[in-house]
């Protein structure tokens, strides 16, 4: 397996654009999460997924984000717009249902927002 | 709420000198401790998994451990390419069972 795959790898784009950040999970895990890492706040989990359902959105910061799962291979994470403090690491991860503990990370995907 | 504190935040040690990181935790009943390596510019690698007090794992020049309130990651003659941040996670037994990280400790180790 190829791990998981994330979507742009760099991504800059000006205040006030929409950005869509893609990931693609591992085959068979049926637990996604979407991260983001700064140095001021570490890693903080943004919303995470079961079967492709969204389970817990609380720690996505404001109406500006949004993520969807339309299938068991695919989810976005969008932001519109976007604002210079979104810049950041973000992460996708996916886990089986034995060990949401165990993850799987993707590469991750560095935003600048100028 | 569960708390995770991970220390010290950052160490040199020289190649061959053995160190312990720590990770301490509150969690209303423990389901499983995990450890992360993260190198720059990388996602965070899954390394062990610890279920109970006194439990222990090892992996080359590293053995994670287990209490009922912190775990340690004992790194014995580390080599450069140990030089990685290695963060905790701390999985609670009510709830959604989704683990709560802490913040890291960046390891630099000298040649």
């Known amino acids: 397996d190829a791990g998981v795959i994330q979507s742009p790898r760099h991504e800059v784009t000006e205040m006030g654009q929409e950005v869509t950040l893609r990931c693609k999970p591992i085959?068979?895990?049926?637990?996604l999460f979407w991260y983001r890492q700064t140095m001021m706040r570490g890693l903080e989990l943004l919303i995470y997924?079961?079967?492709?359902?969204?389970?817990?959105d609380s720690g996505m910061p404001e109406d500006r984000f949004s993520a969807k799962m339309p299938n068991a291979s695919f989810s976005t994470l969008k932001i519109q717009p976007s604002e210079p403090r979104d810049s950041a690491v973000y992460f996708c991860?996916?886990?089986?249902?034995?060990?949401?503990?165990?993850?799987?990370f993707g590469p991750g995907t560095r935003l600048t927002v100028t | 709420e569960d708390q995770v504190t991970q220390s010290p935040e950052a160490l040199r040690l020289q190649e061959g000198e053995s160190s312990s990181l720590n990770c301490s935790y509150t969690?209303?009943?423990?389901?499983?401790l995990f450890w992360y390596r993260q190198d720059p510019g990388k996602g965070p690698e899954f390394l062990f998994t610890?279920?109970?007090a006194g439990e222990e794992k090892e992996k080359e020049r590293l053995k994670a451990t287990l209490t009922k309130k912190e775990s340690f990651l004992h790194i014995t003659a580390p080599k450069p390419e140990d030089s990685a941040t290695y963060l905790c996670?701390?999985?609670?037994?009510?709830?959604?069972?989704?683990?709560?990280f802490g913040r890291g400790t960046s390891l630099i180790v000298h040649p």
């Open positions: 991860a996916s886990s089986d249902w034995t060990g949401q503990g165990e993850q799987y």
């Open positions: 997924f079961n079967n492709n359902v969204p389970i817990d």
């Open positions: 969690v209303s009943g423990l389901r499983g």
């Open positions: 996670a701390v999985q609670a037994s009510g709830g959604s069972y989704i683990p709560t």
């Open positions: 610890l279920y109970s």
């Open positions: 085959s068979g895990h049926d637990y």
